[in-house]
């Protein structure tokens, strides 16, 4: 009946979540995490239950109940199909390791070849430490902006200014503290009389600068304060204060002229001015709303540079659909920083309703490829429209994420110039050497392959690009031995290791990144670097590459 195939196929994503998590959920963090990875609640009433402690109670092949400290636990019962992988699962350490120079150290791995019969010749790599969001950081330096905040507080703090309790956990961190130790470049924890203070390092440094300078004015040294738009909060804040009957508008506008080079504040100013600009010839901007000067209307984003065959580089999987469709973030100090930078300027920025208002996009500019931006949950996300569904709605692709988004026509504003230089950061990648062993994906694989990727910084090891579509090696070093995706996709009958790299399906039908976003290499003859943004090792000789390499004691 299709009760007992529901059923039955419940089973094996109840089995596949449980052993995913080493320590076991409880079961509202069962629901949660079925709810996220197959995006709906559990079954509970089409299998006629009405808890989910009445649900498992009704799996004892798949589920074991424990108490611990008064509260349920649910751990998986492995099968002899997913023993493997729930071993490795318990081989994993509880405290991460130091991130220094663990990857570097690992700097003679050995790489497939496509003649290899062994498509795990790899060596050992080692372990990473967890990663919060660029999003969750930007929270956390916007709730610190205004003032330092006692650590005890921050909890509270946080729920209450974001309606959600601060997520530290789900990204691999044991306490708020080492969290806020993965921060350290930008959150200082100074230690008080009265207990631990969390300052914002930028604000230090501002302080610094001001009690040095007395005579700089808090805005010149707010630490939040984008160094393009602090004129733009002057002009504002002096309009609003000053009645435009008492100001020589001659003088103000010398002030005008010595405040910015930005012509946009000019016609801000000529759009709010009224009877400030009046007898200068300007009333006619003021009737007739213009788009901003430094609106984006006909340009592109860039993606970032190819990565070299063979590198490693460290990488957070930010968006799947499937093994064979997926975008990636590249993992370092200088890109994470950058995008982190991005989305708070652009919130504070675009915040204001002055801003706000000058770039509403007009209805004759909200068309299919139109770079744009959006906000979503507070936070603004730059966007590419790639469908207009009715006169309210469209769809846009989130160019830094990856991921496909209806979205309001009315929350949709220009993306100023500034906000064009950071290239695209979702890489669209497809998992190298693997194919569906029934030609397409199984729900049950994308399930393991979203387990696999949740919240973990992960090693890639780049293969090559197929069609600008990046096919890499995905390798999980949280754990004693390294587990490599392909493998565990093949070992759970999921996934066939072909020795090439079949172009993804998927991508073919649609890539939102190979329609919007502008390649890098045809900005002028840019060559294909080794950036920053990763650690590249140098390719070993031919010979090293039919090393026989062992994994789990036993060659493959």
Known sequence: SKQAQLMELLKKEVRAMLIAAKAGLTPEQLEEQYMAMVCKPLPLHDLGFQSTLELVTQMPEVVRICSKNGTIILKAIADDSTKGIAKLVANQKVKPRKASKKTAGKANAVFPTKNSKNPQSFQTLSARTPVLPASVKAELQDLLSSSPLPLADLDKAFLRRFGRALPYRQYGFLSVFEALRSMSDSVVIEQTKAGSLLVLRKYLTSTIEHQEEPQASAAETHPLEPPETESFYQAAHLMDSEPAQEVDTHDHLKQVSGWTNDLYIF??????????????????????????????QDRKLCSL???????LVGVIVEFVISPSQFYIHICSTETSHKLQDLMFEMRHVYS??????????????????????????????????HRVLNDHEVEVFCADYGHLQIVQKSSLRFLKWHYLKLPAQAIPCSLAWVKPVKGTWSSAAILLFKHLCRFKELVGIVDEYVDGVLYLFLCDTSTKEDIYFHSVLRDMGYADVCGENIPSQEFEELNPSALYV???????????????LCLQQESQDADSETAALKLNGAEL
């Open 267 to 296: 016609f801000m100013l000529i759009s709010r001015g009224d009877t400030l600009f009046s007898g200068f010839g300007f009333e006619q901007f003021a009737s007739t709303p213009e788009i901003p000067p430094d609106a984006v």
């Open 305 to 311: 540079p190819p990565l070299k065959r063979r590198c």
């Open 352 to 385: 204001h309703k002055v801003a706000s208002d000058r770039y509403i996009m007009p209805e004759s500019a909200v068309r299919p490829g139109q770079l744009c931006c959006v906000m979503v949950s507070k936070w603004w996300y730059r966007v590419i429209i």
């Open 518 to 532: 502008q390649p890098s290499g045809k900005q002028g003859d840019a060559e294909v670097v080794e950036p920053d």
